[in-house]
């Protein structure tokens, strides 16, 4: 019954995403002579931070992490979550903290109401922590979209990310970001430098989402020397590496080309 209900699930959030990006209106330039990418991290499991941050760190770069109050500091089979301390080194080190809801559920089994006061809830808990003040930058629960909140999404927000893997090229809408997710099978992984070189050929905003980053990684993240490579890639092609927040800066003309 459960199955049946998962796939039934699946199927509805296909169908709910696959309408609200047919009605995207990418309306915002996106000008760029230099390639820009982005490293994300989703739930943010312990090993985003203790090898995710600080690969990114090595190459001189920062991440954005999204988090969702009702995962942090759980321990689930295969990882865990991090905890309020966790999230206040990441900041700390200079990495961008985004909002990933409270109840981390699919954004349309809410009503625009329900989704804008766990947003608020999460929001009240990651300043209570004293992680942010205010999280600029959100990501959808499992990437799934919700057409009837985008307004108060946009109100809210500078941005929110999906998935429906592409580069954002030539325009966008702000609140619906197309990412690439690095997951299972590492090989997979491993050849997601072709993104890279795509971006690096016709500059663009290149974001990545991710999990865990661990020796051992859920089907859901990759091993430690798979970001390293995506990462020293991304240099080696002469990408900026940059958080959510700066690459906004950066594509609104807030902040100067380097
Ligand atoms: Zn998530």
Same mark, same amino acid.
């Given at each position: 019954?459960? *199955?049946?209900?998962?796939?039934?699930? =699946?199927? @509805?959030? $296909?169908?709910?995403? /696959?309408? %609200?990006?047919?009605?995207? &209106?990418?309306?915002?330039?996106?000008?760029?002579?230099?390639?820009?990418?982005?490293?994300?991290?989703?739930?943010?499991?312990?090993?985003?931070?203790?090898?995710?941050?600080?690969?990114?760190?090595?190459?001189?770069?920062?991440?954005?992490?999204?988090?969702?109050?009702?995962?942090?500091?759980?321990?689930?089979?295969?990882?865990?979550?991090?905890?309020?301390?966790?999230?206040?080194?990441?900041?700390?080190? *200079?990495?961008?903290?985004?909002?990933? =809801?409270? @109840?981390? $559920?699919?954004?349309? /089994?809410? %009503?625009?109401?329900?989704? &804008?006061?766990?947003?608020?809830?999460?929001?009240?808990?990651?300043?209570?922590?004293?992680?942010?003040?205010?999280?600029?930058?959100?990501?959808?629960?499992?990437?799934?979209?919700?057409?009837?909140?985008?307004?108060?999404?946009?109100?809210?927000?500078?941005?929110?990310?999906?998935?429906?893997?592409?580069?954002?090229?030539?325009?966008?809408?702000?609140?619906?970001?197309?990412?690439?997710?690095?997951?299972?099978?590492?090989?997979?992984?491993?050849?997601?430098?072709?993104?890279?070189?795509?971006?690096?050929?016709?500059?663009?905003?290149?974001?990545?989402?991710?999990?865990?980053?661990?020796?051992?990684?859920?089907?859901?993240?990759?091993?430690?020397?798979?970001?390293?490579?995506?990462?020293?890639?991304?240099?080696?092609?002469?990408?900026?590496?940059?958080?959510?927040?700066?690459?906004?800066?950066?594509?609104?003309?807030?902040?100067?080309?380097?």
């Amino acid at each position: 019954m459960s *199955g049946f209900t998962d796939r039934l699930d =699946t199927l @509805a959030s $296909r169908v709910i995403n /696959k309408y %609200s990006w047919s009605t995207v &209106r990418k309306s915002q330039a996106i000008a760029t002579d230099v390639p820009i990418v982005s490293f994300t991290f989703d739930d943010v499991p312990d090993t985003a931070l203790t090898n995710g941050a600080a690969i990114l760190e090595r190459y001189g770069a920062l991440g954005t992490f999204y988090l969702s109050g009702s995962l942090m500091g759980t321990k689930e089979t295969y990882r865990n979550i991090i905890d309020a301390e966790g999230a206040r080194e990441l900041a700390r080190r *200079g990495h961008e903290i985004g909002c990933h =809801t409270y @109840a981390h $559920r699919k954004a349309w /089994k809410l %009503s625009p109401g329900g989704l &804008r006061r766990d947003i608020e809830k999460n929001g009240a808990m990651l300043a209570r922590e004293q992680i942010v003040d205010r999280a600029e930058n959100f990501a959808f629960p499992y990437n799934a979209m919700s057409p009837l909140a985008r307004a108060m999404l946009r109100r809210r927000f500078r941005s929110c990310r999906a998935a429906n893997e592409g580069i954002n090229r030539n325009a966008m809408d702000p609140i619906a970001l197309q990412a690439v997710e690095i997951r299972q099978p590492e090989d997979h992984a491993r050849s997601l430098t072709r993104w890279i070189d795509d971006v690096a050929q016709t500059p663009g905003w290149l974001i990545f989402f991710t999990h865990d980053i661990a020796d051992f990684p859920t089907p859901y993240g990759c091993k430690p020397e798979t970001l390293e490579r995506l990462v020293s890639h991304a240099v080696a092609k002469g990408c900026q590496i940059l958080p959510v927040c700066a690459a906004l800066d950066r594509l609104e003309g807030k902040a100067e080309a380097a």
